[in-house]
């Protein structure tokens, strides 16, 4: 599973229309509590733990997959 | 074996970074293998697939090559890795050509892939093909949450809104993590309303509680009820009690949810050492806070208040040495809830959920998760989440009236091991050890719901005497004959033995849950009568108890005597037909049962029955208005109003308080706006005994005519004439209200072969 279809999973947004820019300014459930709904399902699809900078760092795309590659996380 | 070259890649090679070569050298090689008969030909494209999807996909459509070459199996696995390795940023060439493969090999595609493809094609047009596919999946794999992402989404497409409520509330249980459990909630919330009961549930707590909200939402539409969830604002749990034009005052609730924290109570359990007498005396505090919030509560509603017990984040801060020297945090903290429980006990309709019980019980790992503590206030773990959820279900179910009546058990597999018609006595499984321990596990809770007032029946397909021996003379059998109030052991259908069933136990088809470990008999039960709450049973027999035990439908908020008295009841019931068979006339019978019933105004101590009695009779009962036990306290302190209570024996047993009836003065008419009565009682002359006492009343008062409010619903059938069979004269009928009049000149008797006790 990728980023991008953990994003369009936990927002129910269209995979086809998430690229890396696709961020919570462009997502309308992307909001406070949907950010901690997202971290905990990247947390528990890729096994890793964010730390709280990374956790409140990873607001769009192309940082999730930054913060993931950080940790050696593949996908 | 005839093998084309696979030219489509050849004329087309892969555009996403491969080169033509590796792709040339790829299908040469595969070719070969193809030639020489090896084996290989699934590893080679398993390679091909990792090294260019888009490449593999073209090769792929060559259909006869590939269906001789590779195994299904192997096919299907190189499918899915297919799909998985997609890039994101497809276009549209490359998407026709994954359609055209998946569609291709669809009987080949296994259900995660089928979901991954269709997560990743534009929703830009009809695929026929696609539906069928997800429905077909949707058969093999009915648990797949991809799968059913895909099914909810096409159903909402069809503008099939039940269809996707259906759909949705499968997928949250099938996927309970909090994004899966967000979506089912949010996606609801695009479709028109399901008509379903409302459920309004408020939830006060001192921490950021929102993530529990889904989980909730889903538990109620599991239900079949429509959730309405009030969420106080942040740490507004006790102003939102207390302040009388608060949002939970207006939003008018049918059930509370509190949940404090007790380390936001008292914040220097996350400190250092604490001196034992300040901890005790801050712990005191504390549960006095609540309980002084739960107190007041209390004087404006009567709905329930679940207050979920104390947990800690923090150990204690000696490490080991936490309970050497005075008592541990744990032991502190369950000193607390023993107060909490005691103090909510003296509330009525408060509950304490005991959290740390739940999620260690439950499969969720850990009762704090520190980083949602600190990013988002959260206090529960989130793995607890729909555990909680789930638990919250149990109090929403009977508090909306969900409560089934009856279990009924299958017997083969289901209470024992094995089927005794072909092991025997002997060689069922059901003992002290495994396998046969399971059994014995669950027979015993199965009792303990039986005390709770829930009856139990059995219906099975069995030789009648095979079964009955192993229920009469089995050493390590728990539920014997008297704990079923109806037996049904033939090779009769299930589902006609079911109706017999109701009806013998007066009670309505939508009353009974069925347990049956044979997946044939379950979906014929649902098809025949969906009525019925079919229980879906796990294979592991060890499980059977945990279902039950988490099924919301059997809990009960209270349970009353006559609660606790009730399966007895159904079996001398047993007993008393057999007498009716035995006696000469109906009138013998009657006397021979030696029926005597008391009768009284209501006290305090009847409350509960008879709020009881107003909520939960549907048979007899003239006009179904339904009194709380706020309202029961508030009327007989009314002396606009007289409420009686009547209790009924015979010789058999105590049937406890069975009937009750409620009138409106007005001098010189007196006016029965409620008459209730267990149906269990049907058929002694009780109803009489309580209108003979209510006229005599009403004469001693000096009333001269006594009136009788009659609603006709679609159950109230066996209440129908018990004015006019008692001498009252239809007057007239206003809306949905007959009124029927006696003069009390012909005041009604107590039948003849009924005594009257003293009160």
Same mark, same amino acid.
Request: aromatic share 6%.
């Given at each position: 599973?990728?980023?991008?279809?953990?994003?369009?999973?936990?927002?129910?947004?269209?995979?086809?229309?998430?690229?890396?820019?696709?961020?919570?300014?462009?997502?309308?459930?992307?909001?406070?509590?949907?950010?901690?709904?997202?971290?905990?399902?990247?947390?528990?699809?890729?096994?890793?733990?964010?730390?709280?900078?990374?956790?409140?760092?990873?607001?769009?795309?192309?940082?999730?997959?930054?913060?993931?590659?950080?940790?050696?996380?593949?996908? | 074996?005839?093998?084309?070259?696979?030219?489509?890649?050849?004329?087309?090679?892969?555009?996403?970074?491969?080169?033509?070569?590796?792709?040339?050298?790829?299908?040469?090689?595969?070719?070969?293998?193809?030639?020489?008969?090896? +084996?290989?030909? =699934?590893?080679?494209?398993?390679?091909?697939?990792?090294?260019?999807?888009?490449?593999?996909?073209?090769?792929?459509?060559?259909?006869?090559?590939?269906?001789?070459?590779?195994?299904?199996?192997?096919?299907?696995?190189?499918?899915?890795?297919?799909?998985?390795?997609?890039?994101?940023?497809?276009?549209?060439?490359?998407?026709?050509?994954?359609?055209?493969?998946?569609?291709?090999?669809?009987?080949?595609?296994?259900?995660?892939?089928? @979901?991954?493809?269709?997560?990743?094609?534009?929703?830009?047009?009809?695929?026929?093909?696609?539906?069928?596919?997800?429905?077909?999946?949707?058969?093999?794999?009915?648990?797949?949450?991809?799968?059913?992402?895909?099914?909810?989404?096409?159903? *909402?497409?069809?503008?099939?809104?039940?269809?996707?409520?259906?759909?949705? +509330?499968?997928?949250?249980?099938?996927?309970?993590?909090?994004?899966?459990?967000?979506?089912?909630?949010?996606?609801?919330? +695009?479709?028109?309303?399901?008509?379903?009961?409302?459920?309004?549930?408020?939830?006060?707590?001192?921490?950021?509680?929102?993530?529990?909200?889904?989980?909730?939402?889903?538990?109620?539409?599991?239900?079949?009820?429509?959730?309405?969830?009030?969420? =106080?604002?942040?740490?507004?749990?006790?102003?939102?009690?207390?302040?009388?034009?608060?949002?939970?005052?207006?939003?008018?609730?049918?059930?509370?949810?509190?949940?404090?924290?007790?380390? %936001?109570?008292?914040?220097?359990?996350?400190?250092?050492?604490?001196?034992?007498?300040?901890?005790?005396?801050?712990?005191?505090?504390?549960?006095?806070?609540?309980?002084?919030?739960?107190?007041?509560?209390?004087?404006?509603?009567?709905?329930?208040?679940?207050?979920?017990?104390?947990?800690?984040?923090?150990?204690?801060?000696?490490?080991?040495?936490?309970?050497?020297?005075?008592?541990?945090?744990?032991?502190?903290?369950?000193?607390?809830?023993?107060?909490?429980?005691?103090?909510?006990?003296?509330?009525?309709?408060?509950?304490?959920?005991?959290?740390?019980?739940?999620?260690?019980?439950?499969?969720?790992?850990?009762?704090?998760?520190?980083?949602?503590?600190?990013?988002?206030?959260?206090? !529960?773990?989130?793995?607890?989440?729909?555990?909680?959820?789930?638990?919250?279900?149990?109090? *929403?179910?009977?508090?909306?009236?969900?409560?089934?009546?009856?279990?009924?058990?299958?017997?083969?597999?289901?209470?024992?091991?094995?089927?005794?018609?072909?092991?025997? $006595?002997?060689?069922?499984?059901?003992?002290?050890?495994?396998?046969?321990?399971?059994?014995?596990?669950?027979?015993?809770? !199965?009792?303990?719901?039986?005390?709770?007032?829930?009856?139990?029946?059995?219906? /099975?397909?069995?030789?009648?005497?095979?079964?009955?021996?192993?229920?009469? /003379?089995?050493?390590?059998?728990?539920?014997?004959?008297?704990?079923?109030? @109806?037996?049904?052991?033939?090779?009769?259908?299930?589902?006609?033995?079911?109706?017999?069933?109701?009806?013998?136990?007066?009670?309505?088809?939508?009353?009974?849950?069925?347990?049956? %470990?044979?997946?044939?008999?379950?979906? $014929?039960?649902?098809?025949?009568?969906?009525?019925?709450?079919?229980?879906?049973?796990?294979?592991?027999?060890? $499980?059977?108890?945990?279902?039950?035990?988490?099924?919301?439908?059997?809990?009960?908020?209270?349970?009353?005597?006559?609660?606790?008295?009730?399966?007895?009841?159904?079996?001398?019931?047993?007993?008393?037909?057999?007498?009716?068979?035995?006696?000469?006339?109906?009138?013998?019978?009657?006397?021979?049962? @030696?029926?005597?019933?008391?009768?009284?105004?209501?006290?305090?101590?009847?409350?509960?029955?008879?709020?009881?009695?107003?909520?939960?009779?549907?048979?007899?009962?003239?006009?179904?208005?339904?009194?709380?036990?706020?309202?029961?306290?508030?009327?007989?302190?009314?002396?606009?109003?007289?409420?009686?209570?009547?209790?009924?024996?015979?010789?058999?047993?105590?049937?406890? !308080?069975?009937?009750?009836?409620?009138?409106?003065?007005?001098?010189?008419?007196?006016?029965?706006?409620?008459?209730?009565?267990?149906?269990?009682?049907?058929?002694?002359?009780?109803?009489?005994?309580?209108?003979?006492?209510?006229?005599?009343?009403? *004469?001693?008062?000096?009333?001269?005519?006594?009136?009788?409010?009659? *609603?006709?619903?679609?159950?109230?059938?066996?209440?129908?004439?018990?004015?006019?069979?008692?001498?009252?004269?239809?007057?007239?009928?206003?809306?949905?209200?007959?009124?029927?009049?006696?003069?009390?000149?012909?005041?009604?008797?107590?039948?003849?072969?009924?005594?009257?006790?003293?009160?």
């Amino acid at each position: 599973m990728t980023p991008e279809d953990v994003v369009s999973k936990t927002f129910g947004v269209g995979r086809s229309s998430i690229t890396d820019a696709t961020s919570n300014q462009s997502v309308a459930d992307w909001d406070s509590l949907g950010h901690i709904t997202l971290v905990l399902e990247l947390e528990s699809v890729y096994g890793v733990s964010f730390s709280p900078e990374e956790a409140l760092e990873i607001t769009n795309v192309a940082a999730i997959k930054k913060a993931l590659e950080r940790r050696g996380v593949a996908w | 074996m005839t093998v084309r070259t696979p030219d489509v890649i050849a004329r087309n090679p892969s555009t996403d970074g491969f080169s033509r070569e590796t792709s040339h050298n790829l299908v040469r090689a595969i070719r070969a293998s193809l030639t020489a008969q090896s +084996t290989d030909a =699934a590893a080679l494209l398993e390679a091909y697939v990792a090294l260019d999807a888009l490449g593999a996909a073209r090769w792929l459509l060559d259909s006869g090559a590939v269906r001789a070459l590779i195994p299904p199996a192997r096919l299907s696995a190189a499918l899915a890795t297919l799909i998985e390795r997609l890039p994101v940023d497809l276009n549209d060439d490359g998407r026709e050509i994954v359609e055209a493969v998946a569609r291709t090999h669809a009987d080949a595609l296994p259900p995660d892939a089928l @979901a991954a493809l269709w997560s990743r094609l534009p929703r830009d047009r009809e695929r026929t093909w696609l539906r069928d596919e997800v429905e077909r999946a949707l058969t093999a794999a009915p648990g797949n949450a991809g799968v059913l992402r895909a099914a909810v989404a096409l159903a *909402i497409q069809a503008g099939d809104a039940p269809r996707a409520h259906a759909l949705l +509330t499968r997928l949250g249980r099938a996927d309970s993590t909090l994004a899966t459990t967000t979506y089912v909630r949010n996606t609801r919330k +695009t479709l028109p309303p399901t008509g379903a009961p409302p459920a309004r549930v408020a939830l006060l707590s001192s921490y950021t509680i929102d993530p529990l909200i889904p989980f909730v939402d889903l538990e109620c539409h599991a239900l079949g009820l429509a959730p309405e969830i009030y969420l =106080a604002p942040f740490n507004t749990w006790a102003r939102e009690v207390i302040d009388e034009a608060s949002g939970l005052r207006r939003f008018d609730p049918d059930l509370v949810f509190l949940s404090v924290a007790i380390d %936001d109570l008292i914040p220097s359990l996350s400190r250092g050492h604490v001196p034992a007498e300040v901890l005790a005396e801050e712990g005191e505090g504390a549960v006095r806070r609540v309980v002084e919030v739960a107190a007041r509560f209390r004087t404006w509603a009567s709905t329930p208040l679940v207050v979920h017990s104390f947990h800690s984040a923090f150990g204690g801060p000696a490490g080991i040495l936490d309970g050497r020297e005075e008592p541990s945090r744990a032991a502190w903290l369950a000193e607390l809830n023993v107060g909490l429980a005691e103090a909510l006990r003296a509330l009525p309709s408060c509950y304490l959920l005991d959290v740390s019980d739940l999620l260690l019980r439950g499969s969720a790992p850990s009762g704090d998760n520190p980083k949602l503590r600190h990013l988002a206030s959260m206090r !529960l773990p989130s793995a607890g989440l729909p555990v909680i959820a789930r638990a919250y279900a149990r109090y *929403i179910a009977p508090c909306k009236g969900l409560t089934r009546k009856c279990v009924v058990l299958d017997l083969d597999n289901t209470l024992w091991g094995g089927v005794v018609g072909e092991d025997g $006595l002997s060689g069922i499984r059901l003992g002290h050890t495994s396998p046969g321990s399971e059994f014995v596990e669950f027979q015993e809770f !199965l009792r303990a719901l039986s005390q709770r007032g829930i009856l139990l029946a059995v219906n /099975s397909k069995n030789n009648p005497d095979d079964a009955l021996e192993v229920i009469r /003379s089995h050493e390590s059998m728990i539920l014997r004959e008297s704990a079923f109030s @109806a037996v049904r052991i033939n090779w009769r259908p299930k589902h006609d033995n079911m109706i017999e069933i109701a009806e013998e136990l007066n009670i309505g088809v939508d009353s009974l849950v069925f347990v049956d %470990d044979n997946p044939d008999e379950r979906a $014929l039960m649902r098809q025949a009568l969906p009525q019925v709450l079919t229980v879906e049973l796990p294979h592991d027999a060890s $499980l059977y108890r945990s279902v039950l035990e988490d099924l919301p439908q059997l809990q009960v908020l209270a349970v009353t005597e006559e609660d606790r008295m009730r399966v007895g009841h159904l079996y001398a019931n047993r007993q008393r037909q057999e007498v009716k068979i035995d006696a000469a006339s109906l009138d013998d019978y009657l006397r021979s049962l @030696a029926v005597a019933v008391e009768c009284a105004r209501a006290t305090p101590a009847m409350f509960p029955r008879l709020a009881q009695l107003f909520q939960r009779t549907n048979q007899f009962n003239a006009t179904t208005r339904r009194y709380d036990i706020s309202d029961v306290s508030r009327l007989s302190q009314d002396p606009a109003f007289r409420l009686y209570g009547l209790k009924a024996r015979d010789r058999f047993g105590d049937h406890g !308080l069975v009937a009750a009836a409620l009138v409106r003065i007005t001098a010189p008419l007196w006016t029965i706006d409620s008459f209730v009565m267990s149906c269990r009682v049907i058929g002694y002359g009780i109803e009489t005994s309580l209108l003979a006492e209510v006229c005599a009343e009403a *004469i001693a008062a000096g009333a001269t005519r006594l009136e009788g409010e009659f *609603i006709a619903t679609s159950k109230n059938v066996p209440a129908k004439d018990l004015y006019a069979r008692h001498g009252f004269a239809w007057r007239e009928t206003t809306g949905a209200v007959e009124r029927w009049e006696l003069d009390l000149a012909a005041a009604v008797r107590v039948p003849p072969w009924i005594a009257r006790e003293p009160q």
